[in-house]
């Protein structure tokens, strides 16, 4: 028994021996056979490249601006804390901080220690967790701390740590009036982040600022005289960011059926436009790759199906000579499951050459994107995988179909 | 030669294959042809020369014996290796145990074909070697003393693609011979070379077959050539019958 087993191992040792000879032996069809499996297979994984890479990044960089996940206010409304504090308790609310209204939003902005004009910025109430800063800076955390936009800060060239003076005025009974508070710049963010002069600020410095302009005394700034504000404080607006895109719809009805006049604006319809152009684009591509990929298979199970033909005469000889059938199947199987690897292994290398180009002309022409045409380990894996399987599965239907007819035939009919 | 016919007739020498009413009907462009054998018995160690035009069925008799073709009607078709009793190669075939058909080609049969039949991506040495490989033969001195004796020793490293027809045919003699076979079948060995050549690979098959008392079936159109080599004559001859041209090979 024991050297019938190692018998069968020298004979299977021997089949794959024969089958490395013989595809040497023809290096050049081999070559052949290897070159034109990579080149349908190059195409298919740069495209996908391509759908993963543009696609999927930069949908879900558009899907993740923080800015397509906010509910807008149009007009005014009366808020009053508990309403904020109500609304920080839903699970699907990232982020709410209250706004005052319109008038108290600008202020004059210029460094301490300079006489350069001073300029006109929006302030944005902001604080922890504030998404439009997150991945770009901490969110102001105290009251004389402001976070810039890049276009104010080029304006009145600040940079972090640059102390600014942010002047207010009021007129009351035919009479202006100004008063200043000294803040720190924390922190610079990007156009992408705010496109114009604006300031992130604690939202306590915007009631500060609309308490004054009302013609009250702010106490904390020491800014004018009088009363102080005493009543019960109502907020005009909010900035609002749910946690998810698919929240936004449910928050927007949320804050509706509280009061019926409430108008809220979304992004909604924007990002049901985006989604569906996503369905239609994965859809097409899905049909490309479909098509793609069954012509590519239906080629390369075709040539391995040929190959297997061509060898009748040379499996036939090893029938006679006593191979039995299972091992001689191994002969086209090795050979095409070489042929595979090598093809595939080349289409890789050529993949990640031609994505080395499409991602380096992209970065010249867009800048802010890379990583265009990309693919992940298991996608490499899953393609390696699947030629393989391709290969083997029809060279072993065609070694199955030659090993089963009578050896003569095969001897005597080329 | 009267020792091929001592040794044919000789009590001593077993039957190695015994055939009874063996048929296989094939398809040609205009008629049914059936290659039929009523009775045809082989001696251990007999050299057999079977005759005939060619299309007369040599090949496919060759082929039923060399067990790579099934025929398709089997009434007796014995084959004893050894003196034990014989192996019922029909029963084989009918139960598709190929693999059992395969390991007795494997190790029973050398097979001359009329193109030699070589791989043409092993040397020529391994391609002799080959067949002693697969029957778990150990490595001997045996391809060098055969291509010596068919004068290929300087061809053993060469493809086959590299030798002249003549040389590649002695290299397939070499490769029939080299696991010791019982049966040593050759299917018109010779038709490619020059007569001085085929002259001289017959002679070799016939006296290297006869050293080695293996039996020699071979099949030849050159009535001839195996008159002046003493074989055995197995003759067809040609019956007309109801719509098919039947072939008849009788001992």
């Not at chain 2, 098919?244 to 009788?250: D, G, M, P, T, Y």
Request: a positive charge; aromatic letters at 6%.
């Amino acid at each position: 028994m024991n050297t019938t087993a190692e018998l069968s191992r020298t004979t299977l040792a021997q089949i794959i021996r024969l089958a490395t000879r013989d595809l040497i032996h023809q290096r050049l069809s081999s070559a052949v056979l290897v070159l034109a499996l990579a080149a349908v297979l190059t195409p298919l994984l740069v495209l996908f490249g391509l759908k993963f890479g543009v696609i999927d990044n930069l949908l879900r960089e558009l899907m993740q601006d923080p800015r397509n996940r906010e509910i807008r206010l149009i007009g005014h409304g009366r808020f009053d804390a508990g309403w904020f504090a109500q609304m920080r308790a839903l699970d699907e609310i990232a982020f709410v901080v209250p706004r005052t209204r319109g008038a108290a939003t600008t202020i004059d902005l210029r460094p301490e220690n300079a006489s350069q004009p001073q300029i006109k910025v929006e302030l944005i109430p902001s604080g922890q967790g504030d998404p439009l800063l997150q991945g770009h800076a901490a969110p102001p955390d105290q009251p004389g701390s402001v976070v810039l936009s890049a276009a104010s800060a080029r304006a009145i060239g600040a940079t972090p740590g640059t102390r600014v003076k942010a002047s207010v005025r009021r007129k009351i009974e035919g009479q202006w009036s100004r008063v200043h508070a000294l803040l720190t710049v924390a922190a610079v963010v990007p156009d992408s982040v705010f496109p114009r002069k604006g300031a992130f600020v604690m939202p306590a410095l915007l009631v500060a600022i609309e308490d004054y302009r009302d013609g009250y005394a702010v106490p904390e700034y020491n800014w004018g005289e009088g009363e102080a504000f005493n009543g019960p404080r109502y907020y005009s607006g909010f900035r609002l960011y749910v946690r998810e895109l698919d929240d936004v719809a449910h928050v927007r009805d949320l804050l509706r059926a509280q009061e019926a006049s409430f108008e809220v604006s979304t992004k909604a319809r924007a990002i049901e436009e985006v989604r569906l152009f996503d369905r239609y684009l994965t859809a097409t591509f899905l049909m490309i790759a479909f098509i793609g990929v069954a012509g590519f298979l239906l080629s390369f199970g075709a040539s391995m199906w040929v190959n297997v033909e061509r060898k009748q005469r040379e499996l036939s000889v090893l029938q006679l000579l006593g191979f039995r059938s299972p091992i001689i199947m191994l002969f086209p199987i090795v050979q095409s499951g070489l042929i595979a690897l090598s093809g595939a292994v080349l289409a890789i290398i050529m993949f990640f050459g031609i994505s080395v180009l499409i991602n380096g002309y992209f970065a010249r022409e867009a800048g802010q994107f890379d990583g265009l045409c990309r693919l992940l380990p298991s996608h490499l894996a899953i393609s390696l995988v699947a030629t393989l399987v391709c290969a083997v599965v029809a060279a072993g239907l065609a070694a199955y179909r030659s090993t089963r007819i009578e050896p003569s035939k095969g001897l005597r009919e080329l | 030669m009267a020792r091929n016919a001592a040794v044919a007739d000789s009590v001593a020498a077993h039957w190695v294959f015994r055939l009874n009413g063996v048929g296989k009907t094939w398809l040609a462009p205009d008629k049914q042809f059936q290659l039929w054998v009523p009775q045809l018995n082989i001696r251990a160690g007999a050299q057999i020369a079977v005759l005939g035009r060619s299309g007369c069925g040599k090949s496919t008799l060759l082929d039923i014996l060399a067990m790579t073709l099934e025929p398709d009607v089997c009434g007796t078709f014995s084959f004893a290796p050894h003196e034990r009793e014989g192996i019922d190669i029909g029963k084989v075939w009918g139960k598709r145990r190929l693999d059992r058909l395969a390991g007795l080609r494997g190790r029973h049969i050398g097979y001359v074909l009329q193109t030699g039949g070589l791989l043409p991506f092993l040397t020529v040495r391994d391609n002799i070697e080959l067949p002693r490989q697969v029957c778990g033969m150990a490595r001997e001195d045996a391809t060098e003393m055969l291509a010596e004796r068919l004068n290929i020793s300087d061809q053993l490293d060469k493809l086959p693609g590299a030798l002249s027809v003549g040389q590649r045919q002695r290299a397939a003699v070499a490769r029939a011979l080299a696991h010791e076979p019982t049966v040593i079948l050759a299917d018109e060995p010779t038709a490619s070379l020059d007569p001085q050549t085929a002259g001289e690979v017959m002679e070799l098959v016939v006296s290297l077959a006869a050293q080695r008392n293996i039996t020699l079936v071979v099949a030849s159109h050159d009535w001839q050539g195996v008159t002046d080599l003493g074989m055995v004559q197995l003759q067809h001859k040609q019956v007309e019958g109801t719509g098919k041209l039947r072939s008849v090979f009788q001992t």
